[in-house]
Nanobody, 127 residues
């Protein structure tokens, strides 16, 4: 059974950093493009970043470009989201999920057969 577990969230001051992890079990990340999404209170879930199956292509939402970096370690079957220069507006629950691809390029939409979000990990940016 495909399962993704998010971790690494916490409380951080503005300008601080966090690294989120998305650990996969029941399948290997070699065969999936993976994305990070977030949902702030009262807002819809939005795509943040994604990485292709090979890891050679990444995509970032405009709001996080220059601050966030996505990477993957196939040996650990884990995708990471390094978040630097955090802002209060980054406060949200962060989730990971398989994403759609077009000619190998990942896009910030969950894959069509994705059914169930995990628990997510809470990120709170506040002084």
């Amino acid at each position: 059974q495909l399962q993704l577990v998010e971790s690494g969230g916490g409380l951080v001051q503005p300008g601080g950093s966090l690294r989120l992890s998305c650990a996969a079990s029941g399948f290997t990340l070699d065969y999936y493009a993976i994305g990070w999404f977030r949902q702030a209170p009262g807002k819809e879930r939005e795509g943040v970043s994604c990485i292709s199956r090979s890891g050679s292509f990444t995509n970032l939402a405009t709001s996080v470009k220059g601050r966030f970096t996505i990477s993957k370690d196939n040996a650990k079957n884990t995708v990471y989201l390094q978040m630097n220069s955090l802002k209060p507006e980054d406060t949200a629950v962060y989730y990971c999920a398989p994403v759609r691809t077009i000619q190998g390029i990942c896009i910030l939409l969950p894959s069509t057969d994705f059914r169930s979000w995990g628990q997510g990990t809470q990120v709170t940016v506040s002084s």
